[in-house]
């Protein structure tokens, strides 16, 4: 059973940047993928980026594109998003999911408990 814990969020002014960690334990293997979803209230959970295991695939979402980027470290077992330009309209519960298929939520089959990201005009 894998676990998979986010930390990073916080409240910012738009324009700024942060920076989300997860840390997964599982068994891992090269083409699985990890992915970042958020939910904004009365929205559905949507795919934000998501990367293999080997570093050899990413997808990011239209919204995101060219201001967020996700890498893993060098061990492999933690996920970064880095998270510049922020806006209002990425104010939301970002999760941090494994084992998985590109930016589809319901493919991802381990799930951290989320962190919140606010950001202000």
């Known amino acids: 059973q894998a676990q998979v814990v986010e930390s990073g969020g916080g409240s910012v002014q738009a324009g700024a940047s942060l920076r989300l960690s997860c840390v997964v334990s599982?068994?891992?293997?090269?083409?699985?993928?990890w992915g970042w979803f958020r939910q904004a209230p009365g929205k559905e959970r949507e795919g934000v980026a998501a990367?293999?295991?080997?570093?050899?695939?990413?997808h990011y979402a239209d919204s995101v594109k060219g201001r967020f980027t996700i890498s893993q470290d060098t061990d492999r077992k933690t996920l970064y998003l880095q998270m510049n330009s922020l806006t209002p309209e990425d104010t939301a519960v970002y999760y941090c999911?494994?084992?998985?298929?590109?930016?589809?939520?319901?493919?991802?089959?381990?799930w951290g408990q989320g962190t919140q990201v606010t950001v202000s005009a």
């Open positions: 999911a494994a084992d998985g298929w590109k930016l589809m939520a319901g493919r991802y089959n381990y």
């Open positions: 599982s068994p891992v293997y090269d083409s699985m993928y």
């Open positions: 990367i293999t295991h080997n570093l050899r695939q990413t």
